[in-house]
């Protein structure tokens, strides 16, 4: 017997019910799917042109299109609007306020002790006959430069302190690296280390004249003497206290020895070092008087001295003036030059 094909019933909505409107679908499916149960799956969608993407929409997985120009140009102007508004305003003039009321503080010190200074031996409070007033020193300053003399012992005391400060740097800075770097070196010497770094080297200075004499050689070796140990014993923190990890890591990409101490452990120490030369560049002011009083026909520790012995009360504040604006404007030299050395680091 011939069997009927049966239709699948078919359910009418309410009459009641909202009417709703086809919806064209993206998809097209085949007319020739078959009927039955793999009805309730998809076919694959058609590929023909009527149903492909309209020209400019987006297809899912292709590659974004490249920014127009105009929208650039707008986000680079936006960047350049943000970094030049009123938050980075704010904060330049917040550091331009901090910067000038720090100077402003420092100003404030110099001028109160300048106050002092004058007033105190106008006002009869000290001995002027011991303490003159900054203007009769200002006044015998003036006196000595415009004579050349000033100049002179200025020359004199420069060109002491520079060359032990140079001849310290170098015999310092190489070995403090040898000690820092290589443990039986630093074995064999820390012992002698420990005996001279706590020897003053004011101590020593009757040695050093007595076994150099009174010329520039004494003079020079013992402001050497004075400026080596801070350059050594910050050259040995240094390299001591640089970061293993970047150690590790340099060996592990297969520097050799020569490029790590290059690349790695003596960038890494130059703070450190510098620390060492600014101490020793005040030990080397500090030093020189002591040595330009004993035997020195020149200088600015001799010029002190000279003074003294001579009842010349100004000219002997104008020489200790001179010495502490020289120690200052060295400080700042070396701090500038650390900064130069040490671009690399972030602040």
Request: charged share 15%; glycine share 8%.
């Amino acid at each position: 017997m011939a069997s009927t094909p049966t239709s699948a019933p078919t359910v009418s909505a309410p009459a009641d019910a909202p009417a709703v409107a086809p919806t064209a679908s993206p998809v097209r499916f085949s007319a020739d799917a078959p009927a039955g149960p793999s009805a309730a799956f998809p076919a694959r969608p058609s590929t023909d042109a009527s149903t492909a993407s309209p020209a400019g929409a987006p297809v899912a997985g292709a590659p974004s299109a490249p920014i127009p120009a105009v929208l650039r140009e707008a986000v680079a102007e936006a960047s350049e609007s943000s970094l030049t508004g009123p938050s980075v305003g704010r904060r330049l003039w917040r550091g331009s306020v901090r910067v000038a009321g720090s100077v402003g503080r420092r100003t404030v010190a110099v001028a109160a002790l300048a106050a002092i200074w004058e007033i105190l031996p106008r006002l009869e409070v000290v001995d002027p006959t011991f303490l003159t007033p900054l203007s009769g020193v200002l006044a015998a300053w003036w006196d000595l430069l415009l004579s050349g003399e000033l100049l002179d012992h200025t020359q004199a005391s420069l060109i002491r302190s520079l060359s032990g400060l140079a001849l310290a740097i170098i015999v310092a800075i190489p070995l403090g690296l040898l000690i820092g770097w290589y443990r039986p070196v630093a074995d064999l010497l820390n012992p002698v280390l420990e005996l001279f770094r706590n020897t003053a080297a004011l101590a020593l200075l009757p040695v050093f004249v007595l076994i150099l004499g009174l010329g520039e050689t004494s003079k020079i070796s013992i402001i050497l003497y004075a400026c080596a140990w801070p350059i050594l014993l910050n050259t040995i923190a240094g390299v001591k206290g640089v970061d293993p990890l970047l150690i590790k890591s340099a060996r592990s990409m297969g520097l050799p020895p020569i490029r790590l101490f290059q690349k790695v452990i003596l960038p890494a120490a130059v703070p450190t070092i510098f620390t060492g030369i600014r101490m020793a560049g005040a030990y080397s002011i500090l030093v020189l008087v002591a040595a330009e009083m004993v035997g020195a026909k020149a200088g600015l520790g001799y010029l002190i001295n000279y003074a003294q012995f001579n009842f010349r009360v100004p000219d002997m504040y104008a020489g200790i003036i001179t010495i502490s604006v020289l120690g200052l404007l060295f400080n700042q030299f070396l701090v500038r030059l650390e900064r130069r050395f040490s671009t690399w680091r972030t602040t």
